[in-house]
């Protein structure tokens, strides 16, 4: 077989060739990749029954095609092959090539560090915290007074800052909140005072707030827009009083929330 | 370098999307080979209801019974129309099935903690549009609303690959060669009516699986296409263009609708971005959750590779209209607007 009718045999089963490799990617995403970066963890059983049924569909595809490929689905595949390539550090490694200094905003696809189990509580300065997601800490916001809302909590998020919560001594916490998939994340956190006399943390810090809920001043419980974000939600009725604040060990993975429980053990 | 994360953020978003979307776009596409291979059209025209009103409500009812999302059921429909569904339940059932499924019922509830309210009317905006479309559509035939097939593809249903060179044998010879029935609707590979062949399990499961694959081949690329625009105003669109549309009621109607549209979300997962947009009135998150299921870039172009012009003309008007003057009365009659 020459090469043109071995290309011309491999373009007659791009279809087939082309689901296969999709169940492969999406097989390695289930038991191996970087899931959480597209979709909630929860998915997983639903994205592994698709490429088991994809690899049958495009396996029997490849064996005896059925249809001619044209050049849209052609299109269309190599418009996933690159979306993937970019998302799997593609752009990461172009950053790096171009300013030496790769964004650290995306996930890194590669060497992660493995999330570790949570303690029950985090004690600092003699005072145990509950360690808990700012998801499941906007809903004890939400519900008001009662003795979820006086609790010493430990919660974790990026910050984010802007003159005029400057001004006060706020910044705000946040973390993103993966209902089903990554498109559909929004970002859910809280205005954190900082302790009297701490610094402001810088924007962008991966850090954990140790403190309580407190009600927000008269006048100042309105929805607060975090900037650069289109969806997000920033509790009105509460601030979070910090007593303690520390940068931590950041991995991609805890980034986003996936789980929120409504009692302990949090999801943190 | 924000030009490059924005390009990470929209490949990422883009796959999500797409990964999201991707089994239920295989378990439609497997129905409707199910459908296709499995149901014979005689039953279909049996037992269901005729008349407008009873098959629209049967639509609704099926859709109610049905959780699956708006991307699976486009092609399930075609199908489900093809096999002599009365167009008034078929339609109906491709609006409503996405929303008033217990599973988005019960999304849009924890999205807005526990509150009834956007849901219960949710349902209701999306079964009053779903149900003017179904009655609309009852007055006229389905083969009048698919696509024909336009000689694009030869077709039979003998399970074998065409435009391939094997010859055609006399123990393969298609019967009624020449006199059997044209497919009236379907896509690559839409073929004749197993019934008429009648056909083995073994062969009606092969006809099943081509159908399903050619099915889910005609709708994927228009996905990964719907997602990438889908994923581009999310990743370069920037917040403030947003955000401009919560201070007026008349503004944020129609503003979220686009928006909806526009960014493509899953029915089971919009509820809890629309619950993110808390400075927006009540009836403007309400217009945003019922046209998205409804309307959106993905289901555009779907429509457009099934339907013929005129319903792809009359679903991008009739649920827009009817969500922006349900949601604009509501703004009256919601307390303070529902700011």
Same mark, same amino acid.
């Given at each position: 077989?020459?090469?043109?009718?071995?290309?011309a045999?491999?373009?007659?089963? #791009?279809?087939?060739?082309?689901?296969?490799?999709?169940?492969?990617?999406?097989?390695?995403?289930?038991?191996?990749?970087?899931?959480?970066?597209?979709?909630?963890?929860?998915?997983?059983?639903?994205?592994?029954?698709?490429?088991?049924?994809? $690899?049958?569909?495009?396996?029997?595809?490849?064996?005896?095609?059925?249809?001619?490929?044209?050049?849209?689905?052609?299109?269309c595949?190599?418009?996933?092959?690159?979306?993937?390539?970019?998302?799997?550090?593609?752009?990461? $490694?172009?950053?790096r090539?171009?300013?030496?200094?790769?964004?650290?905003?995306?996930?890194?696809?590669?060497?992660?560090?493995?999330?570790?189990?949570?303690?029950?509580?985090?004690?600092?300065?003699?005072?145990?915290?509950?360690?808990?997601?700012?998801?499941?800490?906007?809903d004890?916001?939400?519900?008001?007074?009662?003795?979820?809302?006086?609790?010493?909590?430990?919660?974790?998020?990026?910050?984010?800052?802007?003159?005029?919560?400057?001004?006060k001594?706020?910044?705000?916490?946040?973390?993103?909140?993966?209902?089903?998939?990554?498109?559909?994340?929004?970002?859910?956190?809280?205005?954190?005072?900082?302790?009297?006399?701490?610094?402001?943390?810088?924007?962008?810090?991966?850090?954990?707030?140790?403190?309580?809920?407190?009600?927000?001043?008269?006048?100042?419980?309105?929805?607060?827009?975090?900037?650069?974000?289109?969806?997000?939600?920033?509790?009105?009725?509460?601030?979070?009083?910090?007593?303690?604040?520390?940068?931590?060990?950041?991995?991609?993975?805890?980034? $986003?929330?996936?789980?929120?429980?409504?009692?302990?053990?949090? $999801?943190? | 370098?924000?030009?490059?994360?924005?390009?990470d953020?929209?490949?990422?978003a883009?796959?999500?999307?797409?990964?999201?979307?991707?089994?239920?776009?295989?378990?439609?596409?497997v129905?409707s080979?199910?459908?296709?291979?499995?149901?014979?059209?005689?039953?279909?025209?049996?037992?269901?209801?005729?008349?407008?009103?009873?098959a629209?409500?049967?639509?609704?009812?099926?859709?109610?019974?049905?959780?699956?999302?708006?991307?699976?059921?486009?092609?399930?429909?075609?199908?489900?129309?093809?096999?002599?569904?009365?167009?008034?339940?078929?339609?109906?059932?491709?609006?409503?099935?996405?929303?008033?499924?217990?599973?988005?019922?019960?999304?849009?509830?924890?999205?807005?903690?526990?509150?009834?309210?956007m849901?219960?009317?949710?349902?209701?905006?999306?079964?009053?549009?779903?149900?003017?479309?179904?009655?609309?559509?009852?007055?006229?035939?389905?083969?009048?609303?698919?696509?024909?097939?336009?000689?694009?593809?030869?077709?039979?249903?003998?399970?074998?690959?065409?435009g391939?060179?094997?010859?055609?044998?006399?123990?393969?010879?298609?019967?009624?060669?020449?006199?059997?029935?044209?497919? #009236?609707?379907?896509?690559?590979?839409?073929?004749?009516?197993?019934?008429?062949?009648?056909?083995?399990?073994?062969?009606?499961?092969e006809?099943?699986?081509?159908?399903?694959?050619?099915?889910? #081949?005609?709708?994927?690329?228009?996905?990964?296409?719907?997602?990438?625009?889908?994923?581009?105003?999310?990743?370069?669109?920037?917040?403030?263009?947003?955000?401009?549309?919560?201070?007026? #009621?008349?503004?944020?109607?129609?503003?979220?609708?686009?928006?909806?549209?526009?960014?493509?979300?899953?029915?089971?997962?919009?509820?809890?971005?629309?619950?993110?947009?808390?400075?927006?009135?009540?009836?403007?998150?309400l217009?945003?959750?019922?046209?998205?299921?409804?309307?959106?870039?993905k289901?555009?172009?779907?429509?457009?590779?099934?339907?013929?012009?005129?319903?792809?003309?009359?679903?991008?008007?009739?649920?827009?209209?009817?969500?922006?003057?349900?949601?604009?009365?509501?703004?009256?009659?919601?307390?303070?607007?529902?700011?």
């Open positions: 077989m020459n090469v043109r009718a071995g290309v045999v491999l373009w007659r089963r #791009l279809d087939g060739l082309a689901m296969t490799a999709l169940a492969g990617f999406l097989g390695w995403l289930v038991l191996a990749g970087n899931y959480w970066m597209y979709l909630n963890p929860r998915f997983k059983p639903v994205t592994g029954a698709a490429a088991v049924v994809l $690899a049958v569909l495009g396996l029997y595809a490849v064996w005896r095609p059925v249809t001619r490929p044209s050049l849209g689905r052609g299109l595949y190599l418009a996933l092959t690159v979306m993937i390539c970019l998302s799997e550090g593609g752009t990461q $490694a172009l950053s090539v171009m300013d030496s200094e790769p964004f650290a905003a995306c996930p890194v696809p590669f060497d992660q560090p493995a999330a570790t189990s949570v303690p029950s509580r985090l004690t600092v300065g003699g005072t145990d915290y509950v360690p808990i997601n700012t998801g499941e800490l906007y004890i916001a939400a519900n008001g007074h009662g003795p979820a809302f006086d609790r010493p909590y430990a919660m974790r998020g990026f910050a984010s800052r802007d003159p005029a919560l400057d001004a001594g706020e910044f705000v916490l946040y973390r993103l909140a993966v209902w089903c998939c990554f498109a559909d994340a929004t970002a859910v956190g809280f205005r954190v005072k900082v302790p009297a006399g701490a610094p402001l943390p810088a924007a962008g810090t991966w850090l954990v707030a140790y403190g309580r809920l407190v009600d927000a001043p008269p006048g100042e419980d309105k929805e607060y827009a975090l900037p650069k974000m289109a969806f997000s939600s920033i509790a009105p009725l509460a601030l979070f009083a910090a007593e303690h604040l520390e940068t931590a060990a950041f991995s991609p993975e805890e980034a $986003a929330m996936f789980a929120w429980h409504e009692k302990e053990p949090y $999801a943190f | 370098m924000p030009t490059l994360a924005n390009l953020l929209f490949a990422q883009t796959l999500a999307i797409v990964f999201e979307a991707l089994p239920f776009l295989l378990l439609g596409s129905a080979g199910l459908v296709e291979a499995f149901v014979p059209r005689e039953k279909v025209e049996r037992y269901l209801p005729k008349g407008r009103l009873p629209t409500l049967f639509g609704l009812a099926l859709g109610a019974a049905t959780p699956c999302c708006e991307c699976g059921v486009v092609f399930l429909t075609r199908r489900l129309l093809a096999k002599g569904v009365p167009p008034g339940a078929g339609l109906a059932f491709m609006l409503a099935a996405p929303v008033v499924n217990p599973v988005s019922i019960a999304a849009t509830l924890v999205a807005f903690r526990g509150d009834p309210t849901a219960v009317w949710r349902c209701v905006v999306v079964a009053l549009a779903a149900g003017i479309v179904g009655y609309w559509a009852g007055g006229r035939r389905g083969e009048t609303l698919i696509k024909p097939l336009l000689g694009l593809e030869p077709t039979c249903a003998c399970g074998h690959d065409h391939h060179d094997h010859p055609h044998g006399p123990a393969h010879a298609h019967p009624g060669n020449g006199a059997a029935p044209k497919p #009236l609707f379907g896509s690559l590979a839409e073929a004749l009516p197993v019934a008429v062949l009648h056909p083995s399990l073994a062969k009606r499961t006809t099943a699986l081509r159908h399903a694959m050619a099915d889910f #081949l005609d709708m994927a690329k228009v996905l990964v296409f719907g997602a990438m625009v889908a994923a581009a105003f999310k990743a370069f669109v920037p917040t403030p263009v947003i955000l401009a549309l919560e201070e007026h #009621l008349w503004l944020a109607i129609p503003g979220l609708m686009v928006l909806a549209v526009i960014l493509s979300l899953c029915s089971q997962a919009d509820a809890f971005v629309a619950a993110s947009f808390t400075s927006f009135p009540e009836p403007a998150r217009a945003f959750l019922a046209m998205g299921p409804m309307l959106d870039l289901l555009f172009l779907m429509w457009r590779q099934v339907f013929t012009p005129r319903l792809v003309r009359v679903l991008l008007v009739v649920p827009a209209a009817v969500v922006f003057a349900a949601c604009a009365v509501l703004g009256f009659l919601w307390p303070g607007g529902g700011a």
